[in-house]
Nanobody
Framework: QVQLVESGGGLVQPGGSLRLSCAAS????????MGWYRQAPGKQRELVATVISGVRNYADSVKGRFTISRDNAANAVYLQMNSLRPEDTAVYYC???????????WGKGTLVTVSS
């Protein structure tokens, strides 16, 4: 089992920045992909960014504004969010995946609200 705990969410004004953190514990040696997803009110959960073997992937809506990073020594993944917009308001979830056997783990989420 893998446990994921997010932190760093909160209220920020448009144009501001936040840094989300996700601490992983448990059987983390088998984890390959880690990432962030988000779910806005009334919408489906969507991919924000992932990182696997140093390769980063971003949703088009956040490219150039968000940066994902992973610290294997700290068993953590981060999401630096700059130039935040009201449409970035959502619950942000940390995700970790193990390929064999396939397992998909989720944190409980952290709320990001972008509003003036």
């Amino acid at each position: 089992q893998v446990q994921l705990v997010e932190s760093g969410g909160g209220l920020v004004q448009p144009g501001g920045s936040l840094r989300l953190s996700c601490a992983a514990s448990g059987s983390i040696s088998s984890i390959t992909l880690m990432g962030w997803y988000r779910q806005a009110p009334g919408k489906q959960r969507e991919l924000v960014a992932t990182v696997i073997s140093g390769v980063r992937n971003y949703a088009d809506s956040v490219k150039g504004r968000f940066t994902i990073s992973r610290d294997n020594a700290a068993n953590a993944v981060y999401l630096q969010m700059n130039s935040l917009r009201p449409e970035d308001t959502a619950v942000y979830y940390c995700n970790a995946q193990r390929p064999i056997p396939y397992m998909n783990y989720w944190g409980k989420g952290t709320l990001v609200t972008v509003s003036s």
